[in-house]
Nanobody, 123 residues
């Protein structure tokens, strides 16, 4: 059974940084592309960043390019999201997800999801 557990969320002031982690178990981690998604109150869930199985390729939403960095450590079965220069608009529940493919940004390709971690950015 695939399990994804996010951590690292919290409350931060605008301009600050947070690093999210997602520990995966129950899967061959290197067989899966990984992604971070977020859902703000009253809004649809959106893709934030995705990373290929090897970590060589990444994709970012335009709204976070240059501020967020996705990375992975296949030896530790963990994917990270470094978030810098945070803005109040980044406030959301952040979800980690796994897709059994090389790389994808399509939410429908992600079959396993974590429970989410809250990120709140105050102005």
């Amino acid at each position: 059974q695939v399990q994804l557990v996010e951590s690292g969320g919290g409350l931060v002031q605008a301009g600050g940084s947070l690093r999210l982690s997602c520990a995966a178990s129950g899967l061959t981690f290197s067989d899966y592309a990984m992604g971070w998604f977020r859902q703000a109150p009253g809004k649809a869930r959106e893709s934030v960043a995705t990373i290929s199985r090897s970590g060589r390729f990444t994709r970012y939403a335009e709204s976070v390019k240059g501020r967020f960095t996705i990375s992975r450590d296949n030896a530790k079965n963990t994917v990270y999201l470094q978030m810098n220069s945070l803005e109040p608009e980044d406030t959301a529940v952040y979800y980690c997800a796994a897709a059994r493919t090389v790389i994808t940004t399509l939410e429908r390709d992600f079959g396993s999801w974590g429970q989410g971690t809250q990120v709140t950015v105050s102005s």
